[in-house]
């Protein structure tokens, strides 16, 4: 098993996470605190108004506006929002909820502009494995998880550790799709984390105000002890006196074995410098990606896809053309799994691994790039070779991106990668000024635009200007704005 060490930078607007591997950076974690939701947030809420006209009611959890309860999401003795056991009407919510009521209540979706939150009295708390229904006694599977048998597998074994409810055992649980392969043991844990956290909200609930926020799903640093700590890490590194304090009290309370890796950094080189975390960031925000070998990665990620392309470049290394291609190929299945990993590539990805003539050659690379995904904590499927030499995968969405978190499209091309060159711009602005001329008489038209494309205009293209100003009989002046960007212009009608 890998030795692994975490590194936690934190401050108070950003707390970032590296997990670190046999000394390389495998994953990159960010969260910042004006960017967090309230979703999965729990509130004592008071209702302040019941609408029978829209079955909703609205219910004051202390936030600046009022938060909205839908029938809907009203939970039932049932077993879920709004379901009934005989299928009987649905039970209006002003016979459910009255004015002046103080319910326990979840966000489960994020105010949006005017809107306030909305909210579910069916409360659920996640774990690192499984989800946790305090209200229902059930035992879900994920219909993702292997096959019906393997399901049923999972259940027994469940039912066997949640108990009867007459032995404390009350509450339901769904197995998430990482609950798979875990142990008793491990799951046995996140049970008896789940049902410390409710008995908590509880007990809160019974001792506090209506508004008061009663859980607060886990910060960054709270679940990397959750989540990531496993038996191969060797350290958990944070350079804030003040969360490592803060952590050692949750570890003591919900994950003791983790706290004895919790060490607090004090060096004087900022922490992400221990490993080279920066770079690493840097080259997981590029486009191409450089291999030891001399080849190269081009990674190109789209709406509907990831794809990525391995090129030889300068690797000229082997004995014959077809061991170079090959020994670029493994080379690159470590490395794109490693990249996927780091920029939390999620969805389908297209691997356009260079084309190998020898099967042996493909299936040796495919088993690699295999091998090396099944590191990685997210689920991934992978399909062999397509008669295009494609490598088609997934890996499952868990977030957004690395890219989509810390970047936005460039404001000069809009995402496309490119811009128009000034010679193509030029043509645009003359077509228009034509189009202009047909409609309007002003006594001169006036070019803004950028230097690049007023230069351009009274050097090469001088000749098609004082032809069209010809043309049109109207004077044609320039002026160049050195904030606009390459493509930008406007057309002043004087």
């Not at 966000?107 to 949006?112: N, S, T």
């Not at 990665?297 to 004995?319: M, P």
């Not at 030029?426 to 202009?436: A, N, Q, S």
Request: net charge negative; with cysteine.
């Amino acid at each position: 098993m890998a030795s692994q060490d975490i590194l936690i930078n934190w401050a108070p607007q950003e707390t970032r996470v590296a997990v670190v591997e046999n000394g390389a950076v495998q994953e990159l974690l960010v969260e910042r605190a004006l960017e967090r939701g309230l979703v999965g947030n729990i509130y004592l809420g008071k209702v302040s108004r019941v609408l029978p006209g829209m079955q909703s009611a609205f219910i004051d959890i202390g936030l600046e506006r009022a938060a909205f309860l839908h029938v809907a999401d009203l939970h039932t003795n049932s077993g879920g929002p709004g379901k009934r056991a005989d299928d009987a009407p649905q039970v209006p919510i002003e016979r459910q909820v009255f004015e002046g009521q103080t319910l326990t209540v979840q966000v489960i979706k994020d105010p949006i502009g005017t809107k306030g939150a909305r909210l579910s009295t069916q409360v659920s708390i996640a774990g690192r494995m499984l989800v946790y229904l305090p209200q229902d006694n059930h035992i879900g599977i994920s219909q993702k998880i292997g096959s019906a048998e393997a399901r049923e597998q999972l259940r027994a074994r469940m039912l066997a550790l949640v108990g009867r409810p007459e032995d404390g055992g009350g509450g339901g649980f769904i197995l998430r799709t990482n609950a798979e392969e875990a142990t008793d043991a491990e799951l046995a844990d996140d049970i008896a984390y789940l049902r410390k956290t409710w008995a908590l909200v509880r007990e809160r609930a019974q001792t506090q105000p209506a508004g008061t926020l009663l859980h607060q799903d886990l910060s960054l640093t709270e679940r990397v002890l959750r989540d990531l700590t496993t038996d191969a890490t060797q350290s958990i590194r944070i350079d804030s006196k003040m969360q490592y304090d803060a952590l050692q009290i949750f570890g003591r309370t919900y994950m003791p074995a983790a706290v004895a890796k919790l060490e607090h950094y004090r060096g004087e080189r900022p922490i992400f410098d221990l490993f080279n975390v920066e770079e690493d960031m840097a080259r997981a925000l590029a486009r191409r990606v450089e291999l030891k070998s001399g080849g190269y990665l081009i990674f190109d990620q789209t709406e509907a896809l990831t794809t990525i392309d391995v090129n030889t470049g300068g690797y000229v290394g082997a004995r014959n053309f077809d061991d170079t291609i090959f020994k670029t190929n493994l080379e690159a299945a470590g490395a794109i799994a490693r990249q996927l990993r780091l920029r939390n590539l999620g969805g389908i990805v297209i691997v356009d691994f260079i084309d190998m003539t020898r099967e042996e050659h493909q299936q040796a690379v495919l088993s690699e790039f295999r091998k090396q995904l099944a590191r990685d904590r997210t689920k991934t499927t992978v399909s062999g070779f397509s008669q295009l030499g494609l490598v088609e995968m997934t890996r499952k969405r868990t977030r957004e991106s690395l890219a989509r978190m810390l970047c936005e499209p460039c404001p000069t091309c809009e995402g496309r990668g490119q811009i128009k060159t000034a010679r193509t711009v030029c043509y645009d602005i003359l077509r228009e000024i034509l189009r202009e001329a047909r409609q309007f008489s002003p006594k001169e038209f006036r070019v803004v635009a950028s230097a690049a494309v007023v230069e351009m205009l009274l050097d090469e293209e001088s000749v098609h200007l004082a032809g069209l100003s010809e043309f049109i009989g109207r004077p044609i002046s320039l002026s160049a704005e050195p904030t606009m960007n390459p493509e930008q212009y406007d057309i002043v009608l004087m």
